[in-house]
């Protein structure tokens, strides 16, 4: 099946500046890539996706982009602001079967 | 438009003890997942439903597993007997198109004594 690594498992940035969280998966069939953002005591929300027929996609501060040759894909938050601070997940599939990462835990300093 | 809702959010049970946990999907969203999050950990999935019918439950423990979706709509999730390492989170999702957005609920976090 999927797997799927995250790293880091903990960052702190400050207010302002640019966060970026690095995933690599290992099936070579997976074809969608989306990052979940979860909230203390909330369920994870979508905050952006990528398939694998486009290289980056950009949405305000968000931005993902996606290496298949290298199986790996990236989550970019610039400007982060307070509450940006969360745990942040991606995933990866080729059909319904989502694989997460073990997620990372964002703190943005003010 | 209202959200997956799921009920309990907390439960406190010991071991050996029965329990279940309710979940109402987005209005129109023929898919439903339940998924576990253990401490530190991303989701996995248990079992996925297309209407009323469980169509990957691979990866649910069927010796003390146990879900169902009446009429295609809300699901039920129930565990018996639990046991101590079931404690964690519980969470329910629902979408309208695959590969796509799932919709989580805020989760029911169960904690086994």
């Known amino acids: 099946g999927e797997n799927v690594e995250q790293h880091p498992s903990t960052l702190s940035v400050q207010e302002g500046d640019s966060a970026v969280i690095k995933c690599t998966y290992s099936d070579s069939a997976s074809n969608y890539f989306p990052w979940y953002k979860q909230e203390l005591g909330k369920g994870p929300q979508l905050i952006i996706d990528?398939?694998?027929?486009?290289g980056e996609k950009k949405d305000q501060r968000i931005a993902v982009t996606l290496n298949k040759t290298a199986k790996h894909f990236s989550l970019h938050i610039t400007e982060t602001q307070p509450e940006d601070s969360a745990v942040y997940f991606c995933?990866?599939?080729?059909?319904?079967?989502?694989?997460f990462g073990a997620g990372t835990t964002v703190t943005v300093r003010a | 438009e209202a959200g997956v809702v799921q009920s309990p959010r907390y439960k406190i049970i010991e071991k050996k003890q029965p329990v279940a946990f309710w979940c109402n999907p987005i209005s129109g969203h023929n898919t439903l997942y339940w998924y576990l999050q253990n401490l530190g950990q991303g989701p996995e999935l248990l079992i996925r439903?297309?209407?009323?019918?469980?169509?990957?439950d691979s990866q649910l423990p069927k010796d003390r597993f146990s879900a169902e979706r009446l009429k295609g709509v809300d699901s039920t999730l129930k565990i018996q007997p639990a046991e101590l390492g079931d404690s964690a989170v519980y969470l329910c999702?629902?979408?309208?198109?695959?590969?796509?957005?799932?919709?989580f609920g805020e989760g029911s976090r169960l904690t086994v004594l």
């Open positions: 990528i398939r694998s027929n486009v």
């Open positions: 439903y297309e209407n009323e019918e469980a169509v990957d």
């Open positions: 999702a629902s979408s309208n198109r695959d590969p796509g957005e799932l919709f």
């Open positions: 995933a990866a599939s080729r059909s319904y079967k989502l694989s």
